[in-house]
């Protein structure tokens, strides 16, 4: 009797690069553009030969929208 496997949690290929990773990639250009969007972001990766799924791509674009309100909130609310 084989002992009994655990479930798989990934599903498709292992991704190309870390989180962090893409963060370091595509957050100087997202800087010159303003504002992060789906399609900028995507783009940016394509660009650098990597590939991302949509559920890495918007934790990605989570991660950006933090540090874009962190940046923003200061320039709305001066003291």
Do not use: F
Request: glycine letters at 6%; charged letters at 35%; a neutral charge.
């Amino acid at each position: 009797m084989q002992p009994k496997t655990q479930p798989r949690n990934r599903i498709g290929r292992p991704p190309e690069a870390e989180l962090d990773e893409l963060l370091d990639l595509v957050r100087p250009i997202v800087a010159e553009h303003g504002r992060p969007t789906r399609d900028l972001v995507r783009g940016i990766i394509r660009d650098a030969d990597l590939g991302i799924s949509a559920l890495r791509l918007t934790k990605l674009m989570n991660a950006l929208r933090e540090d874009h309100t962190a940046v923003e909130a200061p320039r709305l609310h001066p003291e």
